[in-house]
């Protein structure tokens, strides 16, 4: 069965440290995307890649850096520029032209 | 400046009953708008897509509107079922900030009561 999978479902951080959240997906699409999730508020975008090898800042790019070596995995990093990381992330992929967007289950990321 | 209002913010109703969820936006210009259903700690799933030209469109239990017009846009779930709990988020794609892009609702909170 074709999916995006998220991993790890809850990923724990201490302060200071960078931590890398895992989306791959077998969908064949060529857009994929990162969403930050927040109690009371609408999913925001962090970064989005339309192709292999580049990738384009959204509305809250700050503190966090991704990569696109490969049309399936599209990874997140949260460096410790990003001052309050504690939400739950979720990952999205699509066709051209946003056909057939597909969310992943999500990872949950507290800080202790 | 572009959004997407959703009303009300939580709602709860007794299994078997009918609910009506709202969605205002000002998105210009205006692509499609969807309505996803989120169980707690998962992924949203896609319930409909609308666009531009159409009203209505069902998807079991569920049937959405859309007034381009006064931009507006309603999710009516019909007979509630327990599994019915989840947030209902409205999306509408448009232009924004150099791009296409989905700009969310903060979503509907829907508890279905035995």
């Known amino acids: 069965d074709g999916g995006i999978t998220q991993s790890p479902k809850y990923l724990f951080r201490k302060e200071g440290q960078n931590v890398t959240l895992s989306c791959e997906q077998n969908l064949n699409h060529d857009a994929m995307y990162w969403y930050r999730q927040d109690p009371g508020q609408g999913l925001r975008l962090i970064y989005y890649?339309?192709?292999?090898?580049?990738?384009q800042k959204g509305d809250i790019a700050e503190g966090y850096s991704v990569s696109r070596e490969k049309k399936e995995s599209f990874p997140l990093t949260v460096t410790s520029a990003q001052k309050n990381p504690t939400a739950f992330y979720l990952c999205?992929?699509?066709?051209?032209?946003?056909?057939?967007?597909?969310f992943g289950s999500g990872t949950r990321l507290t800080v202790v | 400046k572009n959004q997407v209002e959703q009303s009300p913010q939580s709602l709860i109703i007794l299994e078997g009953k009918n609910c009506t969820l709202q969605?205002?936006?000002?998105?210009?210009?205006?692509?499609?708008l969807r309505w996803y259903k989120q169980d707690t700690g998962r992924g949203p799933v896609s319930l409909t897509i609308?666009?531009?030209?159409?009203n209505t469109k069902s998807n079991g239990r569920y049937t959405a509107t859309l007034d381009a017009d006064t931009k507006q846009s309603s999710l009516h779930i019909t007979a509630s079922q327990l599994s019915d709990s989840a947030s209902y988020i409205c999306?509408?794609?448009?232009?924004?900030?150099?791009?296409?892009?989905?700009?969310f609702g903060a979503g509907t909170r829907l508890a279905v009561h035995p």
């Open positions: 609308m666009t531009f030209s159409e």
């Open positions: 999306v509408v794609r448009g232009f924004s900030g150099g791009y296409n892009k989905l700009i």
């Open positions: 890649s339309q192709i292999v090898n580049d990738f």
């Open positions: 999205a992929s699509s066709m051209e032209g946003g056909r057939g967007y597909t």
């Open positions: 969605c205002n936006y000002t998105v210009s210009p205006f692509s499609n």
